[in-house]
C-alpha cells in the first residue's frame, strides 16, 4: 500500500513540475522542436527527455549509497525541499525570482535544439539535451523525487518510482509536443492563469509535507485495523469490477494433503487460491485465518488450495514444505509450483496473494497481503449461501503494523542498503570491515562471508553482521550450508537480548537447525536498535530480513 502510494506521489511530482516556473524556459523550446520534422519527432523528444532524467536519477542513487549518507537525514532533506518549492509555488515574488533564475536556460537550449529535425532518433536527442539544460532548473521537488527514489530499497522498486515520476512529466509534455503550434496560440490563456494553478499545487503540496513531518504513516492512515468478523454483509464486499475465468492450476510439481486438482473439476464449489510461501513472514502471519476458514467452512462447500511459490531456492524442497505445512497445522491442500507456471497463469506479483473463484469458476475478488480478513470471510459466506451474521472467528492471527524497517534482502541480487565499504561480489568469499556507523534502515558484515545471489553465508567463526532497523519483532530467514546446526550469539544495542529475545533466539542464543524463518527480536513498543549477529562458526546462511511489530 505504501509503495503504490509512493508512486502516485511520484507521478503528481512530476506533474507539479509541468506547472512549475520552471516550465517556461523549455516551454518554447520543445514547441519550436516539435513543430519541426515529422511525426515521430516529438515521441523522441519525450523519450529521450524521459531518459536523461531517469539516468541522472539512478546515478544519483548510486552515488548516495556509495556514499554511505544516512536515509533519516535524507528523508529530512526531501522534506524541506519540497516544503521549499511549495513555498515558491504560493508566494508570487518567489515565483518570479525562481523564474528569473532560470531563464538563461532557454537561450542554452535553443542552441543545442538547432541540429536534427526529422525522425525519432533526432528528437531523442534534443530530448536529451533539453533535459539536460533543464534539469538544474527543475528546483528542490526534482531532488524531493531523487531522494524518494534513493531511500527505495531495491533498484527495481527505485525504477518503479522513477517512471512514475516520469511519466507524470513526460504526459503533458507530449501533449505540448504533439499540439504544436496549437499550443502556442493557446499559451496566453495559461499565461493568464499561472499563478492560481501554481497556487494550487504549492497548497497540495505543502499540505502532503505537513502531513509526512508530523510521522503519520500512510499506511496505517489509510488502511483499516480490521476485527476478524465484524464485517459481515449480504453481498459481495470490493469484488473485482469484472469477474474473468479462473487459470488453471499448471506445472505443479507435487500435491500435498490431496490428490492433484483441477480448476475445472472443482466447478460447484467455492474455491480460494493462496499464493504463499513459507519463509514470508507477511505470509506466515495469515496462515491463522487461512487454517480457520478451512475448518468452518470445508464441509459447506469450501475449497481452500494453497500454491506455495518459492522465493528462495530452499523453498522447492519438498520436505522444507511438508515440515512447514505440519508445523502451521495445514489440512487443505498445497500445491509446489517451483517453476511459477500458476504464479504466472494468475499474472500474480505478491506474497501472499488471495484470489476467491465462485462457483462457476470466475474469480470475482481478490487481495494482496495481509488484512481484509473480515471482507475475505464476508465474501466466502457469501459465495456459499450462508447467514452473513454468523461469523466464525479465525485463530490469532496479527494486524498490519506503522512504520518500520523495510524487507532487506543479503544477497548480492537483491541486496539493498549495504554500508560496509567492501563491495558484495557474487561468488567470492571477501573480508568485510564496519564503517564507522550503520544509519537507519542500513546494515553492514565484518569478517570473511561468502556472498551468493540470494545470501550470504559465514566464511569464518566470528564473522558478524549488523542490522540498524525500527520494528517491534526482527525475522531472518536462516539455514546451514553444511547440514549440522549452527549457533550464533545475538545482541542487541551492545548488550545482551534478555527481555527483547525472539522465540527462536532465547537470552540471545540462536541455534539453526533448518531453512526457515527465525525470530530474532521481540521488544515491545516498536523501537530504533542496532542488531548484531556472531557466527560462531562457518555455514550460518543469511537470505532476508523482514520485520512486524
Not at 470471510?377 to 461469523?391: C, F, T, V
Request: aromatic share 10%.
Amino acid at each position: 500500500m505504501s509503495h503504490f502510494l509512493d508512486m502516485w506521489l511520484a507521478f503528481f511530482e512530476g506533474l507539479a513540475l509541468v506547472a512549475s516556473p520552471c516550465i517556461l524556459p523549455i516551454l518554447p523550446l520543445i514547441l519550436g522542436a516539435s513543430v519541426e520534422g515529422g511525426y515521430r519527432r516529438p515521441f523522441g523528444i519525450i523519450a529521450g527527455f524521459i531518459l536523461t532524467f531517469t539516468a541522472f536519477a539512478m546515478v544519483s542513487r548510486t552515488l548516495v549509497f556509495a556514499s554511505g549518507v544516512d536515509l533519516t537525514l535524507l528523508r529530512t532533506g526531501s522534506l524541506i525541499l519540497l516544503g521549499l518549492f511549495g513555498l515558491i509555488l504560493i508566494v508570487p515574488s518567489l515565483s518570479a525570482r525562481f523564474s528569473a533564475l532560470t531563464q538563461h536556460v532557454a537561450s542554452i537550449g535553443a542552441k543545442l535544439s538547432e541540429d536534427g529535425r526529422e525522425g525519432f532518433s533526432s528528437g531523442l536527442l534534443v530530448g536529451s539535451l533539453i533535459g539536460l539544460v533543464w534539469t538544474p532548473c527543475a528546483g528542490p521537488i526534482l531532488a524531493a523525487a531523487i531522494v524518494q527514489i534513493v531511500r527505495e530499497e531495491s533498484t527495481f522498486k527505485a525504477l518503479l518510482l522513477v517512471g512514475s515520476f516520469a511519466v507524470g512529466v513526460g504526459i503533458p509534455m507530449l501533449m505540448i509536443a504533439l499540439l504544436g503550434r496549437r499550443v502556442i496560440t493557446r499559451v496566453h490563456f495559461l499565461s493568464a492563469h499561472a499563478e492560481s494553478i501554481r497556487k494550487v499545487f504549492g497548497v497540495l503540496i505543502l499540505l502532503a509535507v505537513g502531513f509526512m513531518a508530523s510521522g503519520a504513516d500512510i499506511e496505517s492512515f489509510f488502511q483499516k485495523k480490521y476485527i476478524p468478523g465484524s464485517v459481515m454483509t449480504g453481498h459481495l464486499i470490493d469484488g473485482v469490477p469484472m469477474p474473468y475465468p479462473a487459470p488453471e492450476l499448471s506445472g505443479i510439481t507435487a500435491w500435498l494433503n490431496s490428490e492433484p486438482l483441477t480448476l475445472e473439476k472443482l466447478k460447484g464449489k467455492v474455491v480460494l487460491i493462496d499464493f504463499w510461501t513459507y519463509s514470508c513472514i507477511n505470509c506466515v502471519r495469515t496462515l491463522p485465518y487461512i487454517t480457520g476458514w478451512d475448518k468452518a467452512y470445508r464441509d459447506k462447500g469450501l475449497v481452500i488450495i494453497g500454491v506455495h511459490s518459492p522465493e528462495f531456492e530452499f523453498e522447492k524442497n519438498k520436505a522444507n514444505v511438508e515440515a512447514a505445512i505440519a508445523a502451521h497445522h495445514i489440512e487443505y491442500p498445497v500445491a509446489l509450483d517451483n517453476h511459477f507456471d500458476t504464479w504466472t497463469n494468475f499474472r500474480n506479483r505478491y506474497w501472499p496473494a488471495h484470489y476467491l473463484i465462485n462457483r462457476e469458476g470466475q474469480v470475482v475478488y481478490t487481495h494482496f497481503g495481509e488484512g481484509n480478513y473480515a471482507e475475505t470471510e464476508s465474501n466466502i459466506r457469501y459465495l456459499l449461501g450462508l447467514n452473513p451474521k454468523e461469523a466464525a472467528k479465525p485463530e490469532g492471527g496479527s494486524s498490519l503494523f506503522a512504520r518500520q524497517t523495510p524487507e532487506t534482502y543479503l544477497g548480492s541480487r537483491r541486496a539493498a542498503n549495504f554500508t560496509s565499504p567492501e563491495s558484495l561480489e557474487e561468488g567470492k568469499e571477501i573480508r568485510f570491515a564496519y564503517p564507522k556507523s550503520v544509519p537507519q534502515d542500513r546494515w553492514a558484515l565484518s569478517g570473511k562471508w561468502r556472498v551468493e545471489g540470494e545470501r550470504i553465508i559465514s566464511a569464518e567463526a566470528g564473522a558478524k553482521l549488523k542490522l540498524h532497523f525500527t520494528a517491534g519483532k526482527v525475522f531472518l530467514v536462516l539455514g546451514t550450508s553444511t547440514g549440522a546446526p549452527v549457533e550464533a550469539d545475538l545482541t542487541l544495542n551492545g548488550a545482551p537480548l534478555g527481555p527483547s529475545s525472539g522465540k527462536d533466539s532465547p537470552n540471545g542464543k540462536l541455534k539453526v537447525k533448518a531453512h526457515t524463518l527465525y525470530e530474532l527480536v521481540s521488544q515491545s513498543p516498536s523501537q530504533s536498535a542496532l542488531l548484531e549477529i556472531k557466527a560462531l562458526s562457518p555455514g550460518l546462511e543469511a537470505y532476508a530480513f523482514t520485520f512486524g511489530p
